[in-house]
């Protein structure tokens, strides 16, 4: 397989394990064979283009970041987060924000 294929594995697992889901949940959401799916993460695969959107969906990212060269790692984290914060209340929001916050001070003190 072409090295696009087993990079786009690599963002989909690294997106399924930010959210805490399992090679199982994901293909329940997304109505594919867990086996299809971990090949799928293993870069074997090729998905067809109605289950990556699905699979986009359910892990909380735009295809396009699924697709997107290695430089874009950045963006990647971000839509990450993006995702995670998105199911949160307000409050919940602040709170995260404030975690990461403490978070990114703590590590600028440790470089």
Known sequence: MEPIYKEMGK???QARTQLELT???VSGIVEI???YYGQLERGKRIPSLPTLIKIAKCLKVPVSLLLAPKKDEKEFIYQNIKGLMENLSE???KFAAGL????????KKVK
């Open 23 to 25: 090679q199982e949940q």
């Open 100 to 107: 990461l916050r403490d978070a990114v001070s703590h590590l």
């Open 91 to 93: 409050r919940e929001q």
């Open 33 to 35: 064979e867990p086996p």
């Open 11 to 13: 963002r989909m697992r």
